[in-house]
């Protein structure tokens, strides 16, 4: 086996500093690849400079972001052209193949990125990429890792799709019961979330006090909101009622609704056991459970998230003020409906959470294929 540097076996190339002046959203301008495409693998950007050939990338081509997080991928759109802070790497040696180096770096990229100190973002240097030292086994063991690798990535992928169909499906029988809330297309009596609910907010114990973080109650931020219920296994903390007591966070009762107003606005959940919020979730408690069911709610407020994300405001964070959450008209369709609608949600919930099990099982054993080729 030897060890080369990825300079001695690679080429790379930087993105060019197009002008942002002559950005623009019009598909029949030349796509441009900024650093928040290369995970996701398309653009929506696009320019109406003048461009050297030399910064066309093609589907299949490797990207490395440079600055935040160090992420290495495959665009998977048409041609485009390379901006600044993305660079596109390729092998230039026979002792090497694409797709091990793709893991390789996949993994690597990430060592170096724990490892960076930086005051406001991370950057990574191309001359850091080229001093990088890799093994390289015979071809034939490249290609057998890069084969495995692929499979469990495809198991993944494929378990990570059921999961979405899951959620469209839920969405699908939404609309399909209840049809849009915005427009209250079933012209049910509708009234307004403050009318129905009673918001309460959130806050974080003073962190100079850190016997607060050491209780038995679940503490939260939008990092855990997102599914449909949570319990304690979502907590960030578990803190103790003198947390409570000194502080501005609430010991929030069981099957409200967590909403996030900042950082993750939109976000929502239903949490399955009591527990506190920091001050970017608002808690909708006290529904009144005679026209309301919280598994109907819950998929109704998801339906107004394009109309958060437009009222967001904030210079640096954005979030959105509780009266733009308690002044949404929630239509109110027959409970027997709402149950219906809930039953069948809960059964998916169910289905999901044996897909989530079975993603979690599989990515434990691609990080652990990771660690055993590549460490």
Not at 43 to 60: F, L, S
Not at 184 to 205: D, F, H, M, R
Not at 234 to 244: G, H, L, P, R, T
Request: glycine share 4%.
């Amino acid at each position: 086996m030897i060890k080369k540097k990825i300079g001695e076996i690679c080429e790379i190339i930087s993105g060019y500093a197009f002008d942002s002046k002559l950005f623009t959203d019009n598909p029949l301008d030349t796509p441009l690849i900024r650093i928040r495409d290369v995970v996701r693998g398309y653009t929506e950007t696009y320019t109406k400079e003048d461009y050297d050939k030399k910064y066309i990338v093609k589907k299949g081509d490797l990207l490395i972001g440079m600055d935040g997080e160090f992420n290495i991928a495959p665009w998977q759109s048409n041609d485009a052209l390379l901006n600044q802070r993305v660079c596109k790497i390729w092998c230039s040696s026979n002792d090497v193949i694409d797709k091990y180096l793709f893991y390789f770096l996949t993994k690597t990229l990430k060592k170096i990125e724990q490892k960076t100190s930086y005051v406001t973002v991370k950057h990574l240097s191309v001359k850091t990429i080229n001093e990088i030292e890799v093994l390289l086994p015979h071809l034939e063991t490249q290609k057998q890792i890069a084969k495995t690798l692929d499979t469990v990535s495809e198991l993944l992928a494929m378990r990570k799709q059921q999961l979405t169909e899951l959620d469209n499906l839920i969405n699908s029988i939404f609309y399909d019961m209840f049809g849009d809330p915005l427009t209250n297309e079933k012209g049910w009596e509708a009234k307004k979330l403050g009318e129905l609910s009673t918001l309460v907010s959130g806050g974080t114990p003073s962190r100079k006090h850190q016997e607060y973080f050491d209780g038995t109650i679940p503490w939260i931020t939008t990092v855990s909101l997102g599914k449909t219920f949570i319990d304690e296994r979502d907590a960030v903390e578990f803190i103790n009622e003198k947390a409570i007591l000194n502080s501005s966070t609430k010991l929030i009762k069981e099957n409200s609704l967590l909403f996030g107003v900042r950082v993750g606005v939109g976000k929502i959940s239903i949490n399955r056991v009591a527990m506190c919020t920091n001050q970017d979730i608002v808690s909708i408690v006290d529904v009144n459970q005679e026209v309301l069911n919280q598994v109907y709610l819950l998929n109704t407020i998801r339906a107004f998230a394009d109309y958060f994300d437009r009222q967001k405001r904030g210079a640096t964070i954005q979030g959105i003020k509780s009266e733009t959450l308690k002044s949404i008209n929630i239509p109110i369709p027959p409970m027997d409906l709402q149950i219906k609608f809930s039953l069948i949600v809960t059964k998916i919930e169910d289905q999901k959470a044996l897909v989530q099990k079975a993603i979690d099982e599989t990515q434990y054993l691609f990080d652990s294929l990771m660690s055993m080729y590549f460490d």
